[in-house]
Nanobody
Framework: VQLQASGGGLVQAGGSLRLSCAAS????????MAWFRQAPGKEREFVAR????????YYADSVKGRFTISRDNVQSTVYLQMNSLKPEDTAVYFC????????????????????WGQGTLVTVSS
């Protein structure tokens, strides 16, 4: 299984970015997907999750109302639309694939995800 994240970059505070994560190697539509992020010197933290069918989403409080996770099961891609970006959103963003198929739980811990993308850097300037 391979996850390829892209879309990071430098943006001013208040701006927007859209991250993409293309998956290959297994039945994408059977697994929930998530985005995590890791700022320098900090632990990796949960950002957003979408269920295998796309009907359920869950967000960290810090991004709720600003970020939107979505997926295209035909293209085997998950997206993270990030609006109203803040300097504290600066981090490397990782996509991750659920370790179990057809799970609708709101899973926010890293050990529940078995495949990870390489990360894409988002830098928000003030």
């Amino acid at each position: 299984v391979q996850l390829q994240a892209s879309g990071g970059g430098l943006v001013q505070a208040g701006g927007s970015l859209r991250l993409s994560c293309a998956a290959s190697g297994r039945t994408f539509s059977s697994y929930g997907m998530a985005w995590f992020r890791q700022a320098p010197g900090k632990e990796r933290e949960f950002v957003a999750r979408i269920s295998w069918g796309g009907g359920s989403t869950y967000y960290a409080d810090s991004v709720k109302g600003r970020f939107t996770i979505s997926r295209d099961n035909v293209q085997s891609t998950v997206y993270l639309q990030m609006n109203s970006l803040k300097p504290e959103d600066t981090a490397v963003y990782f996509c991750a694939s659920d370790g179990r198929p057809y799970t609708n739980l709101q899973i926010t811990t890293t050990n529940e995800y078995d495949y990870w993308g390489q990360g894409t850097l988002v830098t928000v300037s003030s």
